[in-house]
């Protein structure tokens, strides 16, 4: 009787596995303007890679580009942040920064950017020891939790979606069986639409995890 309990047990964490790695689309949306254009973050999942399938977008501009990055280096969060604006973050591993990089932060299933200013090393066992990342000014904007995962984020790959003409919206969409794909599994995406120069839209981004 243990035997068949714990073959059924392990029958159903097997099961439980094959259903959190089974393949799904997600699709996501974001509005943009002159100041801040069209931009979005798909969340990365730890048992598949994100394939970009479709993306429609509104553009008023005619030098516009679609531009697609992948998270690459991950690190975690060490310690809760002391207020959503702090700069100064506490993280279990600095291999790979550079001043400017992009960093993503995936609290909750939601994914928030930051620009890195610095980052720097101590042996003080506190907020401020160890290993620290330091943020530009707002810090993530969100209060973080202990094991949170950190991407740096990769080299942008740019298509060109260009308006008819600037000051005219024009729609159009990129369709394919891998528009862009994560480089590696378990890694997020982010998606950007830029300039615009009034508005800017992406109506629809369409992501297979695979």
């Known amino acids: 009787m243990k035997n068949k309990i714990l073959l059924m047990t392990g029958i159903a964490a097997v099961a439980l596995l094959a259903i959190a790695a089974s393949p799904a689309y997600v699709t996501k949306s974001a509005n943009g303007n002159a100041a801040s254009p069209a931009s979005l973050i798909l969340p990365a999942d730890p048992y598949t890679q994100i394939r970009v399938v479709n993306v429609n977008y509104s553009t008023d501009t005619n030098n516009s580009v679609l531009s697609f990055a992948s998270g690459t280096t991950a690190y975690s969060i060490q310690a809760t942040n002391q207020a959503t604006s702090s700069t100064t973050n506490l993280i279990n591993s600095t291999n790979g920064l550079s001043v400017g990089a992009t960093l993503v932060l995936q609290h909750s299933g939601v994914c928030y950017s930051a620009t890195v200013a610095s980052w720097n090393s101590g042996t003080n066992v506190s907020i401020y020891g160890l290993t620290n990342v330091v943020l530009n000014s707002g810090g993530w904007g969100v209060a973080t939790t202990v094991g949170d995962s950190v991407y740096l984020m990769g080299t942008a790959t740019t298509i ?20 862009y794909v994560a480089a590696y599994q378990g890694r997020p995406v982010s998606v950007t639409l830029t300039p615009a120069l009034v508005t800017n839209k992406l109506n629809n981004v369409v992501a297979h995890y695979d």
């Open 160 to 179: 060109a979606a260009a308006a008819a003409s600037s000051g005219t919206t024009t729609s159009a969409a990129a369709n394919g069986e891998a528009i």
